[in-house]
């Protein structure tokens, strides 16, 4: 039975588990999902420092003339006590000395030969960065859930992590399926067609950070859908297009039924593209995506990207929206649950002007899609419109409302 596009996207969200993890050097995990929370073995900063270069000194010599005859340095670890009337030098990150009350940057003292004049405001703890003022000790600095970047790493790095544990690498395995399709690197006759397909998924599925095991098109047969499917099985999810009408050659999702797949989602109520079928056969995630390369395209968007997300770990599986209005009027038929792709420009959104099913070139153009739902039949030049990223990742933990209406 057809489902709706949020109807789908929740029963991805409850029926796809995140795989199994292992452990990685924090160097290498960039774009992987941390499967534990990490909580700061120490404060940091460790110990109260300077945040300038300058001079510590008591509060009380405001507007004095006081002597100083010591430097402390970044890495020295002092053992004087700062007395009355006099300053310390101190240069940026060094530990500010016992008896320190602030810190008075250099460029706003007069110095003569062991004596400095300070300035008449100053202000207690002024200039000093406090213990754990950054990462207190015990608090929870990275989530179960989020996504390892390079300021993940700085945090991690800073309190002498080595390694971390996160959700395995997803190994994807790709297959296309019709008697017309050839793969691109062969000579093909007129009547014939490149499968340009399996090339697109797999270079999505390497950007959104999974390894792609297997590629191939298999022809119109049960015997050649079939040896495709096992040869696929031990993926973590199949990923194919074309055979899932009601052609006479149509047998994918027979042949993977066959094969014992259980059906999570078959038939979507979307265009383009309706026919996409979400499944699994044991462990492996199983997705039928539409032939027309379009509408695959649209339907890895909106699904073959949130599985990942959810398959990755991540807390923030969800997609979001972003608010932006229509840079020109576009018109659409009507009557469906339908996508409309676009650019973006930061600020507004430009429908592309063609968008056929079948098509491989607008593609590359589109930054974003919106969805519209069957009454939206024209949308007007400065209409507010939500849109769905693809040139970029921007999710949220909570379900949002994704439609244009
Ligand atoms: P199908 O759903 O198998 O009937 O395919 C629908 C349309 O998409 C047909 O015109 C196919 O030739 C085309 N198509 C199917 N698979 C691919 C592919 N991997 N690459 C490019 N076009 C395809
Ligand atoms: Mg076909």
Redesign the pocket.
């Known amino acids: 039975m057809a489902v709706s596009i949020t109807e789908a996207l929740d029963i991805i969200s409850h029926t796809m588990t995140p795989l199994d993890s292992e452990i990685l050097p924090i160097e290498i995990a960039v774009g992987r999902v941390v499967t534990q929370d990490y909580v700061a073995a120490f404060d940091l900063p460790r110990f109260n420092n300077s945040a300038m270069d300058g001079y510590a000194v008591k509060v009380s010599a405001a507007g004095q003339t006081v002597k100083c005859s010591e430097v402390i340095y970044a890495g020295d670890d002092p053992q004087m006590h700062l007395l009355q009337n006099t300053a310390i030098k101190i240069m940026t990150g060094a530990p500010v000395p016992a008896g320190c009350e602030a810190i008075v940057p250099i460029e706003n003292v007069s110095t003569s030969d062991d004596n400095i004049t300070l300035p008449s405001d100053i202000q207690h703890n002024g200039f000093i960065r406090m213990a754990g003022e950054d990462i207190r000790k015990g608090t929870v600095f990275l989530r179960k859930g989020e996504v390892v970047n390079a300021y993940t790493i700085a945090s991690l790095a800073s309190q002498g992590i080595t390694h971390i544990t996160v959700t395995r690498e997803i190994k994807v395995a790709i297959f ?3 008697d ?2 050839r793969p691109h690197f062969e000579k093909i006759e007129a009547h014939q ?1 490149y ?4 090339p697109m998924f797999a270079a999505r599925s390497k950007a959104l950070g999974c390894a792609v095991r297997f590629i191939r098109t298999s022809a119109d047969t049960f015997e050649a859908l079939e040896a495709s499917i096992r040869s696929t099985l031990d993926a973590d999810i199949i990923i194919t ?5 009601v ?1 006479d050659k ?1 047998f994918t999702k027979v042949a993977f039924i066959n094969l014992g797949m259980q059906v999570h989602i078959d038939t979507i109520n979307i265009k383009p593209g309706p026919l996409t079928i979400v499944g699994s056969i044991g462990r492996t995630v199983v997705v039928n995506l ?4 379009l509408a695959a395209m649209v339907n890895y968007e909106l699904f073959v990207r949130a599985i990942l997300r959810k398959m990755s770990g991540r807390t923030d599986h969800r997609h979001a929206t972003v608010s932006t209005t229509m840079r020109s009027d576009f018109s659409v038929r009507g009557g469906k649950h339908a996508v409309v792709l676009g650019k973006f420009n930061g600020e507004s959104f430009e429908a592309l002007k063609t968008q056929m099913p ?1 098509m491989v070139s607008p593609m590359q153009e589109a930054e974003g899609l919106i969805l519209i739902t069957p009454d939206v039949k024209h949308l007007e030049k400065g209409a507010l419109v939500k849109m769905i990223p693809i040139s970029w990742e921007f999710t949220r933990e909570k379900k949002e409302d994704l439609y244009t209406h």
């Open positions: 296309g399926t019709g017309e399709l067609l499968n340009s397909n399996s297009s074309g055979g899932v009408s052609g149509d539409p032939g027309n390369p079948g």
